[in-house]
C-alpha cells in the first residue's frame, strides 16, 4: 500500500489548523491548496447594519417563506433561525 504523504499540501499550517477544527482531510486540503485562501474571507456586516432591503434580498437568496410581510427584525430572526 502506498505511503500517503502530505506532500501537495501547500500551506501546511493552515490544513493542519482546519483538521483541528473538523474538517475532513480533502475539504481541509483543498482549502490549504486553493490561490489566496489564507487571505479570503473576511467578517460580514451585522445584520443590523443593513438595510431592509438588504436583508430581505438575504431572505429570499436562502428562501424564507412569508418574508414579505415581514419586518427587518422579523426577518432576522428567521435568517438566524435558519
Known amino acids: 500500500m502506498p505511503e500517503r504523504r502530505m506532500n501537495s499540501i501547500k500551506n501546511k499550517a493552515q490544513y ?3 483538521r483541528k477544527a ?3 482531510k480533502g475539504k481541509a486540503a483543498r482549502i490549504a491548496n486553493s ?3 489564507s487571505r479570503r474571507g473576511g ?3 451585522s445584520y443590523e447594519d443593513m438595510t431592509k432591503d438588504e436583508v ?3 431572505a429570499r ?3 424564507i417563506d412569508g418574508r414579505s410581510s415581514m ?3 422579523e426577518l432576522i430572526r428567521a435568517i ?3
Do not use: F, N
Open 16 to 18: 493542519e489548523k482546519l
Open 22 to 24: 473538523g474538517m475532513s
Open 35 to 37: 490561490k489566496g485562501a
Open 43 to 45: 467578517r460580514s456586516p
Open 56 to 58: 430581505y434580498q438575504r
Open 61 to 63: 437568496k436562502i428562501g
Open 71 to 73: 419586518t427587518k427584525g
Open 80 to 82: 438566524r433561525d435558519r
